[in-house]
């Protein structure tokens, strides 16, 4: 993996896709932000619910959240992570009668501007911006295939996902470490692969870079998890 990384510093974050903010511009962006007004939420809240009506959309301001569905067979299907200047909530609230298809949880501190599903389409509209919403979906689908079945090793895919997190959570760790509230099995669905396989993964990273705790992952150590991701630090017979 070390030769697709090298020299990128945005390559952690390009783990969660091209943001809308990326695909409409800064000035859109930030007259989308002026539709709406501002909510703070702490890690581990539901900010949208499967099966709500899509009254409004969120656009993420700061923090990471996860995106789940679930099945009928009452299984939690982790689809995304998403960061710092996307949305999330859109395809119900830009079709009328749609119910949410997934929830959306903060994962860390989040400040979003919630936009009302009247002004939310009024403005995709007048700014000519459905082409863009479309090709978002589109390059989301995609990407959430990359992550599954990205470059490198176990040790390697899990050390960019976690950057990634970091990353769209404002990118620095307090001493006590950087809390983010997700589980080794959410991961485990994301990245495509078994729960054990992540714990396994974490304990070769090593206490010191990153812990995996009940409902959580701490990370202390971004270089080190940096260095692993590049694979420039991983032990021997192992991360594959």
């Excluded at 990634?164 to 692969?193: F, I, K, M, N």
């Amino acid at each position: 993996m070390g030769g697709h990384l090298q020299g990128d510093e945005d390559w952690p974050a390009r783990t969660l896709g091209v943001t809308f903010a990326e695909l409409i511009g800064a000035s859109l962006w930030g007259e989308l932000l002026e539709e709406g007004r501002i909510r703070a939420h702490g890690a581990g809240e539901v900010l949208l619910r499967q099966g709500d009506p899509g009254t409004h959309a969120l656009a993420l301001v700061r923090g990471v959240v996860k995106v789940s569905r679930t099945k009928q067979d009452g299984r939690v299907s982790v689809l995304a992570f998403r960061g710092t200047g996307d949305v999330v909530g859109e395809a119900s609230a830009a079709h009328s009668k749609t119910a949410r298809l997934a929830t959306v949880e903060s994962i860390s501190a989040c400040t979003v501007v919630v936009v009302g599903k009247d002004r939310f389409t009024q403005f995709i509209e007048a700014n000519g911006l459905w082409p863009a919403l479309h090709r978002h979906a589109q390059i989301r689908l995609t990407e959430s295939d990359s992550a599954r079945s990205g470059y490198g090793g176990s040790c390697e895919r899990l050390a960019v996902a976690l950057l990634a997190l970091v990353a769209a959570a404002g990118g620095t760790t307090a001493p006590t470490g950087l809390e983010l509230a997700v589980t080794r099995s959410e991961l485990a669905q994301y990245l495509g692969v078994s729960r054990n396989t992540v714990s396994s993964r974490l304990g070769d990273i090593g206490e010191r870079i990153v812990v995996g705790k009940r409902k959580s992952i701490v990370v202390h150590d971004t270089a080190g998890l940096r260095a692993v991701a590049e694979g420039r630090s991983r032990p021997a017979t192992l991360c594959e």
